[in-house]
């Protein structure tokens, strides 16, 4: 059988890339892209846990639907500040948004 | 329990190599004489202007963003309908609460207006 | 190695490798393309983890709404959808030795903890996951609050979302 | 255990003793089993699908007093061989400027989309791919791989036809998601379970047609616009976007979307079936034998697939502004208001004697219809009434 530790493993390098994506993309699109990586990174874990432990407390998988929850309105939100920006700044570049910068 | 998604797998992989069977097939017996005019992007005849990005209706995404939520929602729903035979009255209403507040976002959503075609 | 182990380590790369492309991919598009790729895999991995209901509702709301919002989203900020200068910021090697470190730290972190390299024990074929699920998320000593607050951040997500994106007197998104 | 009353277990028990007695590990011997039934389902279907080819083109052409295809052998059934052989000798055209491996993808992503379905479509109480515990949420997981081969083509092509038939098309089928999840949720209810197999069996008694009415006709509604047929069709518009998503693709390409349109169209009178008409059920039938079964289900989907082609036939394409608020603000209200109300009186019924559970629930459903049908007589008075009160007015500002 496959040891816990695979998942745990797979789920750290996954969240360490959508990590990278979220500090270096330029497009703001591209970075919500990213915190998606890293949300399911966090889900993988949960339901290992859950798997791993005791299978009669759901608390892991009741966990990882409100992460699905958290996730949904997380872009919803994300992506319609992206559009608001876009619309009047006419970029979505993360680094051209600095009216809150000296 | 793992079986059931062994077999849904291979039944992927089936149903994948398929369709692709079918289009080797149609590559290895068609005729291959391409021209430019041939490759063009069917336009009605006229050349195709700038790229392919039109200017689509901010309605489409509105759309989109009601349905996230709704969908989201309306699933979580499916384990409670699961058990609902099994509940209480309590948790049975508790279901119901549920949905009325995805009501009360399907109703302000009509009350601003935003599912006109504008 | 038994075909289970080769088979999640598959799913692994395909999860890593897909995951590589959504963050450097140039085509913003093909970025989320790939990311579907990445959440299919995950998908996968709950399959495996005997979460059927998890993996479905992955497939659904991540693949069938969430990777929709994004196209449409990149359909709408982009003029040309190719970009052609640089898509990462100017530091992104110092980025990567950040990631890197990170995921050091959490494997340092993990591989001291005594339940690391855990296996499970076998799955009871009748243990019905859904129906318990669906009682763990409807009783009240149990998970009830955190259920219907889900509920009422998606309707605040919906309600603050549509009022960012949406402007009645503009109509359209025309410059 | 027999061949007549179980003959998939029949045969795999044999095959199992031939492989095992040739040496092959037990589980490999499964593996090889589950994949010969997978690719005689899935041929199978594909077969099933060429005749489709066949029964639509003979009954559109019954409904517009039309004889059909009639040359190539008997009745023209040999008509779709005709078609399929020109499609795979046509040559094949990629666009200039198309992003070609996701522009190949999505037929093929189109296609699988509906073959998976067949995977949890129980044709016997004996036969079945898989009796799946989240099987409803699994049509809608299908679904959305099939949306999402949709965007997939329409922006690989390189068109702009394409991309707005394409937005179109998904700002259709995600928003009549949303109704036809809630109406399944009333079925998930009924039967206390997701997987197909234990609705099926739920509706040993009674079918869910009479104890949900509504759900089965919210559920047909919502169904055509998942299938982007008539009256829903339109990111098909031949007068506006020439043919929609996938204007670019020629030959076999073509082929597929188009062969897994129809089988699509069947899958969905199946699922009506399953879930409302009583799956296998035909008042005992069905305990002549699993061949019986599967010949009964087939016969319901059938049926359901000659009400979508009535319906595709006989109405007209209907403006987008209309058909989304027609799905907003009527049908997805209306839907979760009879999930209330279902789950309401079900839990409220639970005790009672069959026959009260029955009337009950019936009664529910047609008080339920009757107010929806007053109220929608009451609007369309109103709406009249403002257009007839206007209209001379509108005429007097142009003078």
């Known amino acids: 059988m496959i040891p816990l530790s695979w998942y745990l493993i797979i789920s750290a390098a996954l969240f360490s890339i959508g990590l990278f994506g979220v500090l270096s993309r330029k497009n703001a699109v591209a970075i919500l892209l990213g915190i998606e990586l890293m949300l399911n990174a966090a889900n993988i874990n949960l339901v290992s846990f859950w798997r791993y432990g005791d299978i009669s407390q759901m608390a892991g998988q009741v966990f990882a639907v409100i992460v699905f929850a958290v996730a949904a309105s997380e872009v919803a939100v994300g992506l319609a500040l992206v559009i608001s920006v876009y619309r009047r700044r006419n970029t979505v570049i993360a680094d051209d948004l600095d009216l809150m910068k000296w | 329990m793992q079986n059931d998604w062994l077999y849904i797998g291979l039944f992927l992989v089936i149903a994948t190599l398929i ?54 929602e309306t699933v979580f729903l499916f384990p409670w309908a699961v058990s609902l035979g099994k509940l209480s009255l309590f948790a049975v209403l508790e279901g119901i609460v549920f949905v009325l507040i995805l009501i009360a976002g399907l109703v302000y959503a009509w009350r601003k207006g935003m599912l006109e075609w504008v | ?118 296996t499970a024990a076998d799955f009871p074929s009748s243990y019905d996951a859904v129906g318990q699920l669906g009682k763990a998320l409807i009783s009240p000593d149990a998970f009830v609050l955190p259920f219907e607050v889900a509920s009422v951040l998606l309707l605040a997500a919906l309600v603050g979302a549509v009022y960012i994106a949406f402007n009645p007197h503009s109509g359209d998104f025309r410059k | 255990m027999n061949f007549w009353y179980d003959p998939v277990n029949f045969i795999a028990h044999w095959l199992t003793s031939l492989l095992t007695g040739w040496g092959v590990a037990g589980w490999i011997a499964s593996v090889i089993i589950q994949l010969i039934g997978v690719v005689l389902l899935i041929s199978l279907m594909m077969v099933f699908d060429i005749f489709l080819v066949w029964v639509e083109r003979k009954v559109v052409a019954r409904f517009q007093d039309r004889l059909g295809p009639n040359r190539v052998g008997p009745f023209g059934i040999f008509q779709p061989f005709a078609d399929i052989i020109k499609l795979i000798i046509k040559e094949d055209i990629t666009p200039a400027g198309a992003d070609k491996v996701v522009y190949n993808l999505a037929p093929i992503l189109s ?14 109480p004996v036969i079945f791919g898989v ?64 997987g197909m197999n234990e609705i099926v069996q739920g509706q040993q008694t009674v079918w869910y047609v009479v104890l949900a009415p509504m759900a089965a006709i919210i559920f047909m509604i919502a169904a055509i616009a998942e299938l982007g047929r008539s009256p829903f069709d339109l990111n098909e518009a031949e007068s506006e976007i020439v043919a929609g998503f996938h204007i670019e693709y020629t030959g076999m390409k073509f082929g ?36 019986v079964a599967v010949i009964i289900l087939l016969a ?54 069959t026959g009260v559970y029955i009337l009950g629930m019936l009664l529910t459903n047609v008080l339920l219809g009757w107010i929806i049908v007053e109220i929608l007589r009451g609007y369309s008075r109103g709406e009249r009434q403002k257009t007839e009160g206007v209209a001379p007015a509108t005429a007097t500002a142009h003078r």
């Open chain 4, 131 to 194: 009796d799946l515990n989240v099987g409803a949420l699994y049509i809608v997981a299908a679904g959305s791989i099939g949306t999402l081969s949709i965007i997939m083509a329409a922006w690989s092509s390189n068109n702009k036809y394409a991309l707005i038939g394409a937005f179109r098309q998904v700002a259709v089928l995600i928003s009549f998601e949303i109704p036809m999840i809630a109406t399944m949720l009333i079925p998930t209810i009924l039967a206390g379970s997701m």
């Open chain 3, 1 to 118: 190695m038994t075909a289970m182990q080769i088979f999640f380590l598959i799913v692994g790369l395909v999860i890593l490798g897909s995951a590589l492309m959504v963050v450097t991919t140039h085509n913003l598009i093909h970025a989320a393309l790939w990311l579907i790729v990445t959440l299919f895999g995950v998908a996968v991995l709950y399959a495996i983890l005997n979460a059927s209901f998890l993996a479905v509702v992955q497939v659904v709301v991540y693949i069938g709404a969430i990777a929709i919002l994004f196209i449409f989203a990149v359909m709408l900020t982009r003029k040309e959808i190719r970009d052609h200068g640089p898509q990462l910021n100017s530091g992104w090697w110092l980025n990567v030795i950040i990631a890197l470190l990170t995921f050091g730290g959490l494997l340092w972190m993990l591989q001291s903890w005594n339940g690391f390299s855990k």
């Open chain 4, 256 to 291: 597929l979307f188009f062969a897994g349109e129809l089988l699509h169209a069947f899958t969905f009178g199946g699922f009506w079936a399953i879930l409302f008409l009583g799956g296998y059920h035909f008042f005992g039938l069905e305990n002549l034998g699993p061949l």
């Open chain 2, 19 to 72: 369709p692709v069977a079918a289009l080797v097939t149609s590559w290895l017996v068609s005729p291959k004489k391409n021209n430019p005019i041939k490759q063009s992007t069917y336009e009605c005849g006229m050349e195709t202007v700038g790229e392919n990005w039109i200017q689509f209706k901010a309605q489409y995404y509105i759309f989109a963003l009601v349905f996230l939520v709704f969908d989201v």
């Open chain 4, 111 to 124: 296609m699988m989309s509906v073959l998976l379905l067949w995977a949890i479509i129980p044709l016997a």
């Open chain 4, 300 to 353: 319901k989907a059938m049926f359901g697939y000659w009400v979508i082609m009535w319906i595709k036939y006989t109405m007209m394409r209907i403006r987008i502004d209309h058909m989304l608020a027609f799905n907003w603000k009527f049908l997805t209200p209306l839907a979760f208001v009879l999930l209330m109300l279902t789950a309401l009186m079900n839990t409220l019924l639970r005790g009672t004697s």
